[in-house]
């Protein structure tokens, strides 16, 4: 397995444009997880879901914040319209409801709003 | 509420010798499950170990090991051997057993700089 894949992995825009993050997760997972990490905060859980509805979404800053799992191979998240204060590493993250229910992260989307 | 707590912010060890990495966590369930996991400087997030609650015998893979103590609600991760590659920031996670969701609740970290 390619593993939980995100796109873009960098992404630069300025204040005010919308932007979205794309994750796949690990096929045949059923959780999915979106993380925001920065310096000052550290790891955060913004939205996770669970086969395809969104569980509990208590940890998105605001409502410029938007996630969407259409379906069990794709997810998105969106910001609009974006804030320096968004300037952050974005992860996606799957799990397996059974067992250990580890979570596999994606590599990221390293995101600037200048 | 469940809570992870990691109180070293940052610590560092020379190359070789053995370096261990306090977390303690709180909750009212029995049966969980904790995790270490690394995150070195190119961000990826990997999974190091992880305990289950019920199981008393301490995991182990290869220089990494846990010292888990349910009464103590405490979960520490020991580098043997430390090398070079182990500079990272660690962190610890706990998943209730009841949980059907997998949702992880993490600590805050601690980065580890192994020096040659």
Redesign the interface.
């Given at each position: 397995d390619a593993g939980v894949i995100q796109s873009p992995r960098h992404e630069v825009t300025e204040m005010g444009q919308e932007v979205t993050l794309r994750c796949k997760p690990i096929s045949g997972h059923n959780?999915l997880?979106w993380y925001r990490?920065t310096m000052m905060r550290?790891?955060e859980?913004l939205i996770?879901f669970?086969n395809n509805v969104p569980?509990?979404d208590s940890g998105m800053p605001e409502d410029r914040f938007s996630a969407k799992m259409p379906n069990a191979s794709f997810s998105t998240l969106k910001i609009q319209p974006s804030e320096p204060r968004d300037s952050a590493?974005y992860?996606c993250?799957s799990?397996?409801?059974q067992g250990?229910?580890?979570?596999?992260?994606g590599?990221?989307t390293r995101l600037t709003v200048l | 509420a469940q809570t992870v707590t990691q109180s070293q912010p940052e610590m560092s060890v020379q190359e070789a010798e053995t370096v261990t990495l306090s977390c303690t966590y709180d909750t009212s369930e029995n049966n969980y499950?904790l995790?270490w996991?690394k995150q070195p400087p190119s961000?990826?997030?990997?999974?190091v170990i992880?305990q289950?609650a019920y199981k008393q015998q301490n995991a182990t893979e290869n220089r990494f090991s846990v010292n888990f103590q349910k009464a103590a609600k405490s979960f520490s991760l020991k580098i043997s051997d430390s090398q070079l590659g182990d500079t990272a920031m660690y962190?610890c996670a706990f998943?209730g057993g009841s949980?059907?969701?997998?949702?992880?609740i993490?600590g805050?970290?601690t980065t580890l700089q192994v020096k040659p």
């Open positions: 959780s997880f990490q550290g790891l859980l996770y669970n569980i509990d590493v992860f993250a799990s397996l409801n250990y229910n580890e979570q596999f992260f590599p990221g | 499950y995790f996991y961000r990826q997030m990997i999974l992880r289950e962190f998943r949980s059907n969701t997998g949702k992880l993490f805050q970290g």
